[in-house]
T-cell receptor, first 111, second 116 residues
Framework: GNSVTQMEGPVTLSEEAFLTINCTYT??????LFWYVQYPGEGLQLLLK?????DKGSNKGFEATYRKETTSFHLEKGSVQVSDSAVYFC??????????FGDGTTLTVKP | GAGVSQSPRYKVAKRGQDVALRCDPI?????LFWYQQALGQGPEFLTY????????KSGLPSDRFFAERPEGSVSTLKIQRTQQEDSAVYLC??????????????FGPGTRLTVL
């Protein structure tokens, strides 16, 4: 079956540090890939997505590139802020619309 | 308009009780999803509605779980004879289009169910 494996957390960084959260996937066919973010007390919300190989999704300074050859979709940000503290979920959706989520990575950014 | 809302936000049930969890999707959204999220894990798919039709219930863990969306808007997830392993956060999500590979799902805040 399909699976998504995320870098284990928690991740603690100082403000303005560089962020990478690794995500790899296993799926048949060519899924679309997503990063969702969950801020404290709120529901999951879409951060960015990529629908085909080599596409780069970007939003709020975050980026992720769909790498088919390494089946990866790593999340990066050049300079994190305290307000980026949240739980980040990597997910895939197959052509049939079936979704699979990773277990989430908790990020804490300290001033 | 408003986002996806869920009620109650917290529910404590004694083992064996029945519970009903409500989801109000974004107005006009065609698709509605239910997920179960155990502590420290990602959401696990339970069931999918396209308007009032339940097109996929492959993720429902047992016949104690039942979901409906009779008028194609509000949905209710019912769990009969709750067990401790049912303790989790239940998430509802909606999407403006029929389920597909690129749809963006809009999530509610979830209902945290604790079964004692």
């Amino acid at each position: 079956g399909n699976s998504v494996t995320q870098m284990e957390g928690p991740v603690t960084l100082s403000e303005e540090a560089f962020l990478t959260i690794n995500c790899t996937y296993t799926a048949t066919g060519y899924p679309s890939l997503f990063w969702y973010v969950q801020y404290p007390g709120e529901g999951l919300q879409l951060l960015l997505k990529a629908t085909k190989a080599d596409d780069k999704g970007s939003n709020k300074g975050f980026e992720a590139t769909y790498r088919k050859e390494t089946t990866s979709f790593h999340l990066e940000k050049g300079s994190v802020q305290v307000s980026d503290s949240a739980v980040y979920f990597c997910a895939l959706i197959t052509n049939a619309g079936k979704s699979t989520f990773g277990d989430g990575t908790t990020l804490t950014v300290k001033p | 308009g408003a986002g996806v809302s869920q009620s109650p936000r917290y529910k404590v049930a004694k083992r064996g009780q029945d519970v009903a969890l409500r989801c109000d999707p974004i107005s006009g959204h065609v698709s509605l999803f239910w997920y179960q999220q155990a502590l420290g894990q990602g959401p696990e798919f339970l069931t999918y509605f396209q308007n009032e039709a339940q097109l996929d219930k492959s993720g429902l863990p047992s016949d104690r779980f039942f979901a409906e969306r009779p008028e194609g808007s509000v949905s209710t997830l019912k769990i009969q004879r709750t067990q401790q392993e049912d303790s989790a956060v239940y998430l509802c999500a909606s999407s403006p289009e029929a389920r597909g590979p690129t749809d963006t799902q809009y999530f509610g805040p979830g209902t945290r169910l604790t079964v004692l």
